[in-house]
C-alpha cells in the first residue's frame, strides 16, 4: 500500500473505509512531523492498537510516562558505554561463525534463526547483563507476541482477546513465557549473569526504577512491558537488517568479494575492536545501503493532537499520519537508480546535496531509535566477520519475500548453505 500512495504523489490523502489516512513522502515532511513539531505528533495507528499485546513499553507509551521511560534507559546507550561493550558484540559474532562454519556440507541451515540467536545474545550480554541462552524459544515467542501485535494492528482492536483463536491461544502462551523470563531475570532485584554488578545496563536500571513506584503492581507491570519491549526491539531490527544484508550479498558476488578483502585487510585474524568501526568503510556504507532498502522500522505511524499544514496537505486534529521510511528511501528525486543496490552512496564524501531526512532508518527526532549505535555495531562486526570467513548461499528455489512486521522480516526465513572461504 505505502509503495502505491507514493505513487500518487509526496502528500497525499488515502480513504479507509471510515477512516482517512494522510500520508507524506518527502525529508522536509519527515523532518516536520518526527522533529520540528514532534510534539503535535503522538504515536499512531497500528502502535496504539499494538499495545493490548507489548503494554506501555518504550515503543507504545507516550507523554511524560515515555519520557521517564526513556531518561531510565538512556544511559545504558551511551557513546561511552557503548563502545565498552564491543569486545562483548565482537565475541558473540565470532561464536555465530563458529555455529555456521560447523553446519558446513550438512544441509541448509535457517539463517535466520541463527541471527536471532545471536541479537539475543548481544542483547543479553550488552543491556542486560546476563546470559540469555538458557531461556529456550525466546525467538517463538516474540514471533508470537508480533504477529498478535500486527493482528490488533489490522483488525482495530475489534476482535475481543478472550476469543480462543489460535493466534491469541499462541500469544497469551507467549506472553507467559515472557512474564517468566522477566521473573527469573530480575529474581532477587538484580540481574543475572556473569557481567552484571556495575549497575549501567538497562536491565539494572529498570529494575532501580520500580523502586520509585508508589504502587507495587504498577511498578512490576511496567517493568515487565518494558522489558518485554527492549527484548523485541533491542534485537528484532537487527536481526532483521543481518538477514537482508546477507540475502543482497549472496546476490551480488562482486560486493561479497569487497567485504571479503576489506575485513582481511583490516582485521586479519583478529576479531574486531570499537575503532574498527572507523576501519570498515564499505562495510558500514554496506549496512547502510542494506538499512536503504529494507530499512528496519519501515512504517512510522503518528496522530495529530492539533490541526496542521504539511505539504500544502491541511491535516485535522485527530488525523492518521504515516511516514514511511521504506517509500521514502527509495524517492527518485533523492536516489539515482533507488532500486539498486549500492553500498558507494554510503561511503565518506559520497552523500553530496542529499537532504538528512531522505535516510531515516531508525527513525528521526525526539523517539529516534535509542538502540541504532548499538545496533550499527553489531551489523558491521557481523558482517565483516561473515564475509571474511564464509559464503552463505541462499537455498535455490526458495522465495524471498518482505513481511512488514514491527521490523521488515522475510516471510518464510532465510534458509542457507554455508561455504568456508578460509
Known sequence: MMTAAAGYGDAVR?????????????????????ADNAANYHKGIGLVQARRALGDGLLTSEGELWRRQRKVVQPAFQHKRIAGQADAVAQEAAALVARLRARAGHGPVRLDQELTGLTLGVLGRTLLASDLGGFDGLGHAFEAVQDQAMFEMVTMNAVPTWVPLPGQLRFRHARARLQHVVERLTEAGHPKGADAGDGTD??????ASVGEETDASTGRRRLRDELITLLLAGHETTASTLGWTCYLIDRHPEIRERLHEEAVE??????PSYEDLQRLPFTTATVEEVM??????????????????????HVPAGADVLVSPFTLHRHPRFWEAPEQFRPERFLPGARGDR??????????GPR???????????????????????????????????????SLGMRDGLPVTVHPVR
Open 14 to 34: 488515502l480513504p479507509m473505509g471510515p477512516k482517512t489516512l494522510y500520508f507524506f513522502n518527502h525529508p522536509d515532511h519527515a523532518k516536520h512531523v518526527l
Open 202 to 207: 538497562a536491565l539494572s536500571r529498570l529494575i
Open 266 to 271: 583490516v582485521l586479519g585474524d583478529r576479531l
Open 292 to 313: 536503504r532498502l529494507y530499512p528496519p522500522v519501515w512504517i512510522l505511524p503518528r496522530q495529530a493532537q492539533a490541526d496542521d499544514e504539511i505539504g500544502g496537505l
Open 355 to 364: 537532504p538528512r531526512y531522505a535516510h531515516i532508518p531508525f527513525g528521526a
Open 368 to 406: 529516534v531509535c535509542v538502540g541504532s549505535s548499538l545496533g550499527l555495531m553489531e551489523a558491521v562486526f557481523t558482517v565483516a566477520l561473515l564475509c571474511r570467513e564464509l559464503r552463505l548461499e541462499k537455498v535455490p528455489g526458495h522465495r524471498v519475500v518482505a513481511q512488514p512486521m514491527l
